[in-house]
């Protein structure tokens, strides 16, 4: 990919040089041709947003065979924007270290109610164990023969 050349130029030529329809690559990558072709001609801001234009980029270069970084970091060039330091490989592994990252925030509370619920188990259980019998009389014989004589 030569440098003189602008993103739009390129992912022209690629299209091209496929034989590929301004009408079949946005069947293909769900993009609008009018967007397409604001894209070949350089015309970033025909996108609602920059993250489009970019995600954009990345479609096209996909589906026409290219070095998606590579056009990116071309893009960032031709529009003077700097270069993102992290590769899309780093960005993945971000990606998965939050989500991981997500899992366990959730797991710890769920592990505190599970203790807090066994603590109050084991709380409850203990006090019906030594706290359970001295609430009902006791019954024993003496006690018996005492009511029995007394109501006579």
């Known amino acids: 990919m030569s440098t003189a050349q602008s993103p739009g130029t390129v992912l022209r030529e690629a299209r091209e040089a496929q034989g ?3 009408r079949t690559l946005a069947a293909v990558t769900k993009i609008s041709p009018k ?10 801001d025909a996108a609602p947003a920059e993250v489009f ?6 479609g096209c ?10 056009l990116m970091a071309h ?14 490989e780093e ?6 270290q939050s ?17 807090a619920v066994l603590a109050i188990l084991l709380g409850l259980g ?9 609430s009902t009389p006791e019954y024993t014989e003496s006690h018996a023969e005492e009511s029995t004589t007394t109501n006579f």
């Open 75 to 88: 893009y960032f060039e031709y529009t003077g924007q700097a270069v993102p330091m992290s590769s899309v």
């Open 53 to 58: 234009v970019r995600g954009f980029i990345r």
């Open 126 to 134: 203990l006090s019906i164990l030594i706290f359970g019998d001295s």
């Open 99 to 115: 989500v991981a990252a997500l899992f366990e925030a959730n797991r710890l509370p769920r592990t505190s109610y599970v203790v």
């Open 35 to 44: 967007v397409l072709e604001a894209l070949e001609n350089d015309q970033y």
């Open 20 to 22: 590929l329809s301004i």
């Open 91 to 96: 960005s993945e592994d971000q990606d998965h």
């Open 61 to 70: 270069a996909r589906e026409l065979r290219l070095d998606a970084d590579e």
